[in-house]
């Protein structure tokens, strides 16, 4: 695996660590992200995601190793750095109370835009993003994929030049997770710097370049979503679930069991074919590889965590 | 998503001047807090107003037409209390912003949380809320100078620096609030403190009745409860009398201010920077 290394990355984090008592959250990351690339961690709930997006934008103090954005050093720099950092919460933190163009107001004084200028981008934000109707509602009327596309107008206000999302589509339609899947890839033509984590393959797949599979704290795998899978595992997978017993496999085969479903790995499509007719069960999908596979892989498709 | 590229689109990418000096960012938080509260003006505001009526009524005026003629600490006694309950009403709205509405941000609403991903450093943020309790502090005191004085109530011109007095009073409260507030871990523990602190200071920092005088040990403890020394200035507002012992008790309400401001942003960060 070959990374190309960015001259003047834009995050740059050596042996990063953060413990919260006994527990290491972040345990000794290393990694680089480049002007405009766009980055997805993935990981299971508690693998150190969120704590790490907080290091960034300084909400959270590092325990050791070293972190620079833009050059600048969190919490010390948090002004410089946090100017250019726009941050698209997990949580609807919007004031619940406001109308839509007042949080969007709200947000834009904290960020230090003057009045006339706040005014002027949240109309041209809310435009963008086919909200304008709803600038007088409350936070409250609007439906949760209106309010993520909310956050992600407020994260823009100051015309940031990275912007950090933390599972920017959890909880959302297929519709919806689609129009902010190409509302992303758009922000990234026009130049920005995007960090997002997920636990969703596809998402990752769909708007990262490289992804950092991670868990317990630790990056595990990284590169490019489809460099890793042709890497680590066959090219064709027969999913099939309640099996009572395993038939003859030929040599090109791998199996894998785990819980009630058995997996089966193959570079030729023809043998799993095959195997698909054959099987008696209906729950049975054959498909490609994907992201999902090698992050189970990776973490285990245990219950354990 | 629209496809045309109008100019003004074309400059949402743009750089943009950001203004993040402390009195931009202080003015920004301070906004923040005005609006969300202006927002549901009528449920936040009557209830502070309509209490400290309630006892005005109830014992000054009440209670008070039983009690002989004579001043109390040189003043009738309406207007004794009512000197001691607008800055008391200061209290009251500071404790209960930076208490329980100030846990419903930080765990509930995440507003602190939005404000970390901003270039807002901490201290503003809880800088800026403090003015805000304080500015609330101004008018509640404000608003009950002008309630009482309807009640027969009689300034002096020094009543002017009444929204002085309640803003100060506010500031120092909503620090304490901070506090306490940092330490908590679920919301019904605020009930020890708003039972256990802060009513014997409402009845017991001089508000109804003079506390001093009586034994030495009670003077010494009066001196050091932070509710003391603002009611003492307020009073010396409506005496129009200035002694060595005023600037003292605003001495004592500056230095408070000054420590407890400090140790309340301490511990906010630590709380929030989790």
């Given amino acids: ?305 | 998503m629209n496809t045309r590229e109008s100019p003004e689109l074309a400059e949402l990418w743009a750089p943009v001047a950001l203004r993040t000096g402390l009195v931009w960012s202080l003015f920004g938080v301070w906004y923040r807090h005005v609006r969300v509260y202006c927002q549901t003006f009528l449920a936040n505001a009557t209830p502070p107003i309509l209490e400290p009526l309630f006892f005005f009524t109830a014992i000054a005026i009440g209670l008070g037409s039983y009690m002989s003629k004579g001043l109390f600490d040189g003043l009738p006694y309406p207007t004794y209390v009512a000197s001691g309950l607008l800055v008391a009403s200061a209290m009251f709205t500071a404790v209960f912003e930076t208490t329980y509405n100030t846990f419903v941000r930080l765990i509930y609403q995440k507003t602190y949380d939005a404000m970390l991903g901003t270039h807002l450093r901490i201290s503003e943020m809880f800088i800026g809320e403090m003015l805000f309790s304080a500015t609330k502090g101004a008018v509640f005191a404000s608003v009950v100078l002008l309630i009482t004085l309807l009640f027969g109530v009689r300034p002096t011109v020094w009543c002017l620096f009444v929204p002085v007095i309640g803003f100060l009073t506010a500031y120092m409260f909503a620090a304490i609030g901070l506090i306490v507030t940092s330490y908590v871990k679920t919301i019904t523990n605020f009930s020890f403190f708003s039972t256990g602190v802060i009513t014997p200071l409402f009845f017991f920092s001089g508000t109804f009745f003079p506390v001093r005088g009586h034994h030495w040990a009670i003077d010494t403890i009066s001196m050091l409860v932070p509710l003391t020394h603002p009611i003492e200035l307020s009073r010396a507002l409506f005496k129009a009398e200035f002694t060595l012992a005023t600037g003292m008790h605003l001495a004592m309400l500056l230095a408070f201010i000054v420590l407890l401001h400090s140790i309340s942003l301490r511990r906010m960060a630590k709380r929030v920077l989790r």
């Fill in chain 1, 1 to 305: 695996m070959t990374l190309t290394r960015p001259n003047n990355p834009v995050v740059l984090a050596r042996g990063l660590t953060k413990e919260f008592g006994d527990l290491k959250a972040v345990a000794g990351v290393d990694f680089e992200i480049a002007s405009n690339e766009c980055i997805g961690f993935l990981g299971p709930n508690g693998a150190g995601k969120t704590t790490l997006m907080r290091i960034i934008y300084s909400a959270v103090e590092k325990t050791a190793g070293d972190l620079t954005v833009f050059g600048m050093e969190p919490m010390r720099q948090r002004k410089e750095i946090n100017a250019r950092v726009g941050v698209v919460f997990q949580d609807n933190n919007l004031d619940q109370e406001l109308r839509a163009a007042d949080t969007l107001l709200v947000h834009a004084l904290y960020c230090g835009l003057d009045r006339r200028t706040a005014r002027r981008r949240i109309a041209t934000l809310l435009d963008w993003m086919e909200l304008s109707e709803k600038a007088k509602s409350t936070i409250r009327a609007l439906s949760g994929g209106m309010v993520r596309r909310l956050m992600i107008a407020r994260a823009l206000l100051h015309s940031p030049r990275l912007l950090i999302l933390d599972e920017p589509t959890t909880g959302l339609d297929p519709q919806v997770r689609h129009a902010i899947w190409a509302l992303l890839r758009d922000l990234k033509r026009r130049g920005l710097t995007i960090l997002l984590t997920t636990h969703y393959m596809e998402e990752a797949q769909q708007l990262s370049e490289r992804v950092m599979i991670m868990d317990h704290g630790q990056i595990i795998r990284s590169g490019e979503p489809n460099t890793l899978i042709t890497h680590h595992l066959e090219r064709y997978v027969l999913q099939a679930s309640g099996l009572a017993e395993i038939p003859a496999l030929d040599g090109k085969v791998r199996h894998e069991h785990a819980g009630d479903a058995d997996y089966f790995y193959s570079n030729a499509e023809e043998p799993l074919q095959a195997l698909y007719d054959a099987l008696p069960t209906r729950h049975v999908v054959l498909r490609h590889a994907n992201l999902e596979d090698v992050f189970l892989k990776f973490t285990g498709r245990g219950l354990s965590q």
